[in-house]
């Protein structure tokens, strides 16, 4: 009787620890697979917001250079530069489109417009037009109003205040760079280049965090 009672008792156990070990296997894999969902998504996230940034600061740079040698009386190198910040716009455009609930193409005419009002404001600027000056900052200021209207509609993540905020200071960092220019105050002209491109981080952070989710 004992002999078979330690026997019944042993079996017990083994199947106790066979279920404990089951258990720790479901609740291991359980945790293995939320780990691996949130590093997949903390690497996407990682990843849209390095290819934004990089983008938005082509954008400064690029900018700044038209503008500059627009100022400078340099076409050859307008035309060149101006080129280049195409192809970048239509870069940004495709990375915005899918978030934005827009075609590339539609994406690209919305971003693309806040380049030909610093380009007015960069040619009121080399004519000392006061008055046009004024009427293009103006046509900025509202630009990034429906930005943040747009992107708030299409992600309600982030709000349209906050984002009209973040491109309000993109553009009046960049105006800073072409009242430099204009005034051939070089060092005036890098330090606001640093500012502007250094403003992109905020854009692309917000940006990449919404076009994440």
Partial sequence: MRSKAKILIGILVLAIVAFGCQRMERATG???????????????????????????????????SATGAALGGRPDEVEAAESALHENNHDVASVLAPALKKTPDEAYEFWHSHVHMLDRYTDAVANKDMAQQEAAVNDLLNYAKSFGTLVNSAIPSLPADAVEGLIKEHITSLKAVIDAQAKKDYSGEYNALRNAAKHMDSIASALAKAVSE
Avoid at 51 to 60: G, N
């Fill in 30 to 64: 359980a945790t293995s697979t939320n780990t691996s969902t949130n590093t997949m998504a903390s690497s996407k996230l990682a990843d849209t917001r390095a290819t934004m940034l990089h983008l938005l600061e082509e954008h400064v740079y690029l900018a700044a």
